[in-house]
């Protein structure tokens, strides 16, 4: 069973390692509109392929009434979402229709970039070097918020702290209300991304006001949990998540479309076409963050001084020490998220070098060689 998971694992990594949205969107068109259109409609087709996945339990569960096997239930329903999104999947690569020029077939050999001329253009491309950190502490805050609340539900609001007994009902509504209330902007950012675009007119200013909402939503969760008003009730805090859903959500299109614009301005200043290079870097960040996922909540878990029965769910350490865990679990889940987003915001406001007029003078530039597929 692990050689065939292993196996399996590095197949679909392979497969995802050609995923090429970026380039294509990319050559499709260097209009900033079109761009933005195209943009959010791969985000929403992305959220509707989800969907299935967020109720897969109950489709398996429903399906499993027919055949009366959890197992053969689950690898039905994976076998026939496999089948149905691979063929859409197909149906999707054979509609792509790529023109291109003769001299570019010609000079094939002499367009091929070196390791040492990819290394220079790493260093030389300021927004990619900008970007590149940027989008990574901002993306590193969901990841953080995300693994955080799922312990701080529980045990802020959920634990006796004289006894470390948790009600785990109370946990469970508190918990599924919080799930829907992030799955909701989950839906409804996309439509708003493309009217905070238009608003300020370019990729990064737009990613600027989305960060700075972030640091302020921050800011007062913060407030709240010191003076003591975050304990009230459970609601406030999944209300505080419920508008971050809507800031992370909107703030992912222009973040997206801020890689292209690092590949256009690469192609800008050398000739050459480097969104493959490009969407390479942004893969990586994505492989960086999943892993480092499990990885801060781990590290987080030590540093709190986490220590719970694995049967009953209940502190199984000195509960003279729970109140301080509970505390540090705040801290992480507040103050931390404010600096990392705070520093996000400040690279892109003050190191990112694309004003519009440079965004213009190379749209112009670019789009006199455009050939679009």
């Not at 020029?101 to 927004?127: D, G, H, Q, V, Y």
């Not at 989950?186 to 700075?212: D, E, H, M």
């Not at 209300?239 to 690092?262: D, H, K, R």
């Not at 480092?292 to 909540?297: A, D, G, K, Y």
Request: proline content about 3%; hydrophobic content about 55%.
């Amino acid at each position: 069973m692990c050689v065939w998971v292993g196996a399996f694992y590095l197949i679909y990594e392979l497969g995802t390692a050609f995923n090429t949205s970026m380039p294509l969107l990319q050559k499709m068109s260097y209009d900033a509109k079109l761009r933005t259109k195209w943009a959010l409609v791969m985000r929403i087709w992305v959220i509707i392929i989800m969907v299935p996945v967020y109720f897969f339990i109950p489709i398996v569960t429903f399906v499993n009434t027919g055949i009366g096997n959890l197992g053969r239930s689950f690898s039905l329903v994976c076998v026939v979402l496999m089948l149905v999104l691979g063929v859409v999947s197909f149906l999707g690569v054979l509609g792509i229709k790529e023109k291109g020029s003769a001299a570019e077939t010609e000079n094939t050999a002499e367009e091929r970039l070196r390791l040492r001329e990819i290394a220079r253009m790493f260093i030389a491309n300021k927004p990619l070097m900008v970007h590149t950190g940027a989008f990574f502490l901002s993306n590193i805050v969901f990841t953080l918020s995300t693994a955080i609340s799922i312990y701080f539900l529980k045990w802020y609001y959920s634990a006796d702290l004289a006894t470390g007994v948790v009600d785990n009902e109370r946990y469970a509504v508190i918990y599924g209300v919080y799930a829907a209330a992030g799955l909701i902007p989950n839906f409804l950012a996309p439509f708003i991304s493309g009217k905070v675009i238009r608003k300020f007119k370019t990729y990064a200013r737009a990613t600027n006001a989305c960060l700075l909402l972030g640091v302020f939503l921050y800011a007062v969760l913060a407030g709240l949990f010191f003076t003591g008003v975050l304990k009230i009730s459970p609601y406030i805090f999944i209300s505080m998540t419920f508008l971050s859903g809507f800031i992370t959500g909107t703030a992912v299109i222009p973040q997206v479309l801020l890689w292209t614009e690092c590949a256009d301005y690469a192609e800008f200043k050398t000739g050459r076409k480097m969104n493959a290079l490009i969407n390479s870097v942004n893969n990586i960040i994505a492989k960086a963050l999943g892993a480092l996922s499990s990885v801060i909540t781990g590290g987080i878990l030590i540093a709190v001084g986490y220590s719970v029965n694995s049967e009953t769910g209940n502190y199984m350490g000195d509960v003279a020490n729970l109140p301080g865990m509970v505390f540090r679990f705040g801290i992480f889940l507040t103050v931390i998220p404010f600096i990392v987003m705070l520093l996000a915001w400040l690279m892109y406001r003050f190191l990112y070098p694309i004003t519009p007029e440079l965004q213009k003078e190379m749209m112009d530039k670019l789009a006199e060689g455009e050939e679009g597929i």
